[in-house]
């Protein structure tokens, strides 16, 4: 069976700089390495939303707005449920037109065809506008009660639920821009729900060799945790806004080095959010060494009454600014700065939310360092390329920049924000002559990287 995995020898040959449109699919997970790269070797940081319920919520209409605003800021990936409990807010399984997913309710043998029609455009659309989806076939629910099917799969037991998994994978095996997603905020073995799980993974892999699998395990558990089997290509991280600094570095010092993202923090709007905790999750994922963060708003999630009226909401202007800094910089060479070489003192403590994670490029081009409280940051100019070194401050609220000015690279220099906001230090080479930062997209050619910078990524360095 084809599972889309790269060695060593492929990615020498094959890697290039960043994709900023859609990838070329199916993706690949280059083994031994915390990279995921399309067709062309180009790597994929996934900046995602979490329309969970999109498919089951909105109509044609209602989908295409929303699948237009995501696009028009800078998202490039979802994370969706294909089918929806009835133990959500409208209490209904039912999409927007009044089609449930199975005929009889609660039995996977009975897929409906009506609402599988729609779950395809909506694939579709989203394939049109260059978004990946993290798809979730089945999703089991918080501690398996009826916010998701655990007792449904349980009922159906395994063979059923491979049933389903051949159908679904076999429906689904040409829509190139899916990642399946298994579990769903809670650890199947411990409500006696593995056996199922497995079974719609193995059911899919059956008959869709095309696409990766992960997982979504219970908060503040990844999902190497709960979901280490045979299918699993890649992992996920599952924190909040204090304790993802430090999951995400376990997750990147995982041996061997695998992918991962943030599949879910704090969502915007809900208990215990803040500005400051949005962005903070955001920039926590990229310089510490993930390859996606996925952004969550509490209205859209499930579609209430009120989704649209947050489309523009502070967290998600955030998210766009994140995305034009990602876009404008060369983060598939960003290599985190756990060691604190570059980022000598000013760093907090991993285990608490003021952490300022830092992370460097491999050709030393490019420092980047988010400080979630104003503090004076103590950096190693010798640490950056060049003689010279131009310094900006980043506003990660709006996108805005600050030139600081050009300085020499060497010895140790401190630098303090300009307010007691969070801000992002962007320290380049100044000889690379690249623009602000938000401003312009990069994206060397493959002949410009070197052997070096394909070897740490092979030694788990991105």
Known sequence: ??????????????????????????????????????????????????????????????????????????????????????????????NAYGAPPFLTPGN??????????????????????????????????FNCNNSGWCAQMKQNGTTAMRAYGRWVGSRYANQPNIIWVHGGDADASAFGALAVVDAVALGIRDT?????????????????????????????????????????????????????????????????WTPACIRSQAYWSLLGGAVGQFFGVGPIWDFTSSWDTVLDSQGTQAMAAFGRLLRSRRWDLLVPDYSHTALTAGYGNVDTADYAPAARTTDGNT?????????????????????????????????????VGSLPNSGPRDFMPPSAQDWVLV????????????????????????????????????
């Not at 599972?3 to 859609?22: H, K, N, S, T, Y």
């Not at 929303?66 to 994370?79: C, E, Q, V």
């Not at 065809?113 to 089945?138: I, K």
């Open 208 to 272: 869709d060799p095309n696409h990766l699998h992960t997982a979504h395990c219970q908060r503040f558990s990844s999902a190497l945790d709960c979901y280490d089997r045979p299918w699993l290509d890649f992992n996920t991280t599952y924190a909040d806004c204090i304790q993802s600094p430090l999951q995400l570095r376990t997750d990147y010092q995982r041996s061997p080095a695998r992918p991962f993202v943030l599949i879910e923090g704090q969502y915007e709007f809900e208990s215990g």
């Open 108 to 141: 996977f043998a009975t897929p409906n065809e009506a609402y599988f029609a729609h779950a395809d455009w909506v694939l579709e659309q989203a394939n049109l506008r260059g978004f990946t989806v993290f798809l979730a076939p089945a999703y089991i629910g």
């Open 367 to 403: 420092l980047l360092v988010y400080t979630p409280v104003r503090r004076s940051l103590r950096i190693d100019m010798g640490r950056i390329s060049g003689n010279a070194a131009k310094v900006w401050w980043y506003d990660p609220a709006d996108g805005s920049n600050q030139l």
């Open 1 to 94: 069976m084809k599972r889309w995995i790269i060695g060593a020898a492929a990615l020498a040959v094959v890697v290039g700089g960043p994709a900023w449109a859609a990838p070329s699919y199916p993706l690949h997970v280059a083994a031994g390495s915390h990279s995921i790269i399309d067709q062309q070797g180009k790597p994929i940081f996934f900046n995602a939303d979490s329309p969970w319920h999109l498919i089951a919520r909105l109509t044609r209409e209602d989908a295409t707005l929303y699948l237009d605003d995501r696009k028009a800021k800078g998202f490039n990936t979802l994370l969706l449920s294909l089918i929806v409990s009835v133990g959500y807010s409208t209490g209904s399984s039912n």
């Open 427 to 462: 320290i380049d080479n100044a000889t690379a002559d690249m623009a602000p930062p938000g401003e312009g997209e990069t994206g060397a050619p493959s002949s410009t990287r070197s052997w070096g910078s394909f070897k740490d990524a092979l030694s788990g360095n991105r």
